[in-house]
Structure formats: structure tokens, C-alpha cells
Nanobody, 120 residues
Framework: QLQLVESGGGLVQPGGSLRLSCVASGGILSPYAVGWFRQAPGKEREEIACMDGDDDTRYDDSVKGRFTISRDNPKNTMFLQMYMLKFGDTAVYSC??????????????WGQGTPVTVSS
């Protein structure tokens, strides 16, 4: 069973940056799609970024141009680089590995999440 552990969350001021990491164990990320999700207080979990097995990406409009998803397959790790953070980015961020090579709505494994708080 693939296990995912996120790190890198924390408190940041508006306009600041954070880099989230997600390390996989018990399996491999490649060649599956990987994704980042977030759940803000009182809201549904939403997908914000996905990278497929060919490293093609898709982003939610709310983060496009500010967040970047990446992966390091030899290290079994994925990342989410976040720039120009806004109050509305406050949420618990989770990583996931897809069931397929391509980005879809089917996810096989989830991390526990790491909180990101944007506050002045």
C-alpha cells in the first residue's frame, strides 16, 4: 500500500511563498498521475493541480500562474511550489497518486495533509 506524507505547510504572510513536499513509500509514483488538493474550512476538497505520467500539468484557475506542481521520480517525491499566496489559499493541502497514467477523478492513495495558513 502506497503511503504519502506531506510536509512544508505553515503560516505565511500574503504575497509569500511556500513549497510543499510529498514523499511516497511502499510503492512508486511513476508512471502514475500525481495531484495536489486542498480543503478550506467549511468547503469541499478541491483538486488544484495534477501532473500526468508525461509531466503534462493542469491547474485550477484559482492557482494558475501562482502554483507549480512537479515530481522527482527517483526520489519518489512530488512538490507544490506556491507563490503570491492569498488569504483564500488557507487550507489543508493533501497530495494524491492517481489510479492511472493520466489525470482523472480516480485517486488511489492520499496523504494526511499539511495545513497552510495565509495571514498577516
Amino acid at each position: 500500500q502506497l503511503q504519502l506524507v506531506e510536509s512544508g505547510g505553515g503560516l505565511v504572510q500574503p504575497g509569500g511563498s511556500l513549497r510543499l513536499s510529498c514523499v511516497a513509500s511502499g510503492g512508486i509514483l511513476s508512471p502514475y498521475a500525481v495531484g495536489w488538493f486542498r480543503q478550506a474550512p467549511g468547503k469541499e476538497r478541491e483538486e488544484i493541480a495534477c501532473m500526468d505520467g508525461d509531466d503534462d500539468t493542469r491547474y485550477d484557475d484559482s492557482v494558475k500562474g501562482r502554483f507549480t506542481i512537479s515530481r522527482d521520480n527517483p526520489k519518489n517525491t512530488m512538490f507544490l511550489q506556491m507563490y503570491m499566496l492569498k488569504f483564500g489559499d488557507t487550507a489543508v493541502y493533501s497530495c494524491a497518486v492517481g489510479r492511472f497514467y493520466y489525470c482523472s477523478d480516480h485517486w488511489a492513495s492520499w496523504g494526511q495533509g499539511t495545513p497552510v495558513t495565509v495571514s498577516s
